[in-house]
């Protein structure tokens, strides 16, 4: 034990030669464990990823829905964010619940003085039991101050009409590209007939990716999960198309291994750590 007040002794330089990849999650928590930041950690961690949070509000939530929810300043959210971007250096980013103008333009502010080499935004809107988690007048905000600075925007259908406005979801999608500045936009197909086909719109055009259909009824955080699983991929190295892919079958798999799981008495989350990964060490630069 060294003696009060003196620093430890540093570890030898050949220790400080390699890294993990610190992937970061700026979103709501849930304490059921379910969604939100909960599942955006498991699913790093599951990928090999290092996972680090910070959180933009506070639900009370279960397997059954979410009943209340209280938001964290805007300051806070830079004091949680701010040390880890300089300690860690993230690679990868995923953006969750942003519930109010405050929150958002903290955020923006954010990217603009650190850019991040890939950030994906799943714009949590309303729960799936149907409480809202944006305020009213927040939408516009992020679709003028955070959809620009974000090289992947991952909406459900609800979602995508709100901030596009366009009954169509091609047509929403091609217009936050066209009058927002959006880069890329993944119109996920889980909530329409069918195989869940996702389509990856920008300004190149458009590409499909199908799914699989998974009968259970756990599948609380499969969007959360999907956004994190595509930025845990990005990090470890693979280009968008591929990260996708790779990230919907991880999600397809997750819900498969979970479907038999009697977990409270709503929607159940996923089983995120069927087949985890050791966490990737890689050399530092």
């Not at 849930?30 to 961690?45: E, L, M, N, R, V």
């Not at 090289?151 to 709100?162: G, I």
């Not at 198309?241 to 996923?270: C, Q, R, T, Y």
């Amino acid at each position: 034990m060294p003696a009060c007040g003196k620093r430890p002794t540093p570890l030898p330089t050949l220790a400080m030669q390699y890294s993990y990849i610190p992937c970061l999650s700026i979103a709501g928590f849930d304490p059921s464990g379910g969604a939100g930041i909960a599942a955006d950690i498991k699913t790093f961690s599951a990928l090999g990823c290092y996972a680090a949070a910070a959180i933009t509000a506070i639900t009370s939530q279960s397997t059954r829905g979410v009943s209340a929810m209280q938001p964290v300043s805007a300051e806070w959210i830079s004091r949680q964010v701010l040390p880890v971007i300089e300690d860690l250096r993230p690679i990868a980013l995923k953006i969750g619940m942003t519930c109010n103008r405050e929150i958002i333009r903290s955020i923006a502010g954010i990217l603009r003085a650190h850019p991040f080499p890939f950030v994906v935004l799943d714009p949590v809107m309303i729960s799936s039991s149907g409480h809202p988690l944006m305020e009213d007048d927040a939408m516009k905000c992020l679709a003028d101050e955070l959809l620009p600075l974000c090289h992947l925007v991952t909406p459900n259908l609800h979602e995508l009409h709100a901030l596009g406005g366009e009954t169509d979801p091609i047509l929403s999608a091609r217009r936050l590209i066209q009058r927002y500045g959006a880069r890329q936009i993944l119109v996920k197909g889980g909530h329409r007939e069918g195989l869940p086909t996702d389509i990856l719109v920008s300004e190149m055009g458009e590409t499909s990716f199908p799914g699989q259909r998974i009968a259970t009824r756990n599948d609380h955080g499969t969007g959360c999960t999907l956004s994190a699983a595509i930025a845990a991929y990005v990090a470890r190295g693979e280009m968008l198309p591929a990260a996708i892919e790779h990230a919907k079958d991880f999600v397809s798999k997750a819900l498969e291994a979970g479907a038999d799981i009697h977990i409270g008495d709503g929607h159940g989350p996923l089983n995120h750590f069927f087949g985890p990964l050791p966490l990737l060490v890689k050399e530092k630069l």
